[in-house]
């Protein structure tokens, strides 16, 4: 089946340093969307991107897809305590009528104030 | 306009018992999807489904588990016999279809299963 691998797994930095994850799939994606858990909280959607070599900015967050629309990253400029959580991508796979999302296992970020 | 509501947020079984978890769909949302989240893990997917119809339970363990979305009234996973290894988070989210758009989750149901 389609897998999303998602790396690091965890991610520590001090306020104010950048962060980025990644995301790669096995096989092409249909769209990319990008989730954030709060410790204790459940997922939040935050952006789906579709098109191939897309960029999509958030304030502080930039998305990519890449050019295949086999990956996808998420970078936070100058992070801030608020942006502690688990970061997830989520790649969309459709086959003929289906359509399925899988989830990497995220990133946990971690800053320190 | 409530969101995703899932209850019970807490539930406690001993191995042997059975676990009923709800989830009421956002306002206008037909579709919902289970998942399984286990600590510092990712969400497993478990199943998806429609009013009253099972998309696709690829993800449902074979034994055991089951799930229904009735014309009327919340989806339902159901768990039976729990063992200690189904001790997760189990959240539900719910689209206004089943196509490429974003999913809106509840809050949660954490199982532990003593």
């Known amino acids: 089946g389609q897998q999303v691998m998602q790396i690091p797994q965890y991610q520590h930095v001090q306020e104010g340093e950048d962060f980025t994850t990644y995301c790669n799939s096995s096989t092409t994606l249909s769209n990319i969307q990008w989730y954030k858990q709060r410790p204790g909280g459940h997922p939040v959607f935050l952006i789906q991107?579709?098109?191939?070599?897309e960029v999509k900015k958030q304030k502080r967050l930039t998305f990519q897809f890449g050019e295949a629309k086999k990956n996808s990253s998420l970078h936070i400029t100058a992070t801030q305590t608020t942006d502690v959580g688990t970061y997830f991508c989520a790649g969309g796979y459709r086959g003929g009528s289906n359509y399925k999302l899988t989830f990497g296992k995220g990133t946990l970020l971690t800053v320190n104030p | 306009n409530a969101g995703v509501m899932q209850n019970p947020r807490h539930l406690v079984r001993r191995r042997g018992q059975e676990a009923r978890l709800r989830c009421s769909p956002m306002?206008?949302?037909?579709?919902v999807y289970w998942y399984r989240q286990l600590p510092e893990e990712g969400l497993k997917f478990m199943v998806y489904l429609q009013k009253e119809n099972i998309i696709d339970e690829s993800g449902m363990p074979k034994e055991r588990f089951s799930a229904e979305f009735p014309k009327e009234g919340p989806s339902i996973l159901r768990i039976q016999q729990v063992v200690r290894g189904d001790s997760a988070a189990y959240f539900c989210a719910s689209s206004p279809s089943g196509t490429g758009i974003e999913q809106y989750f509840g809050p949660g149901t954490r199982l532990t299963v003593t």
């Open positions: 306002k206008g949302h037909s579709h």
């Open positions: 991107l579709v098109k191939s070599g």
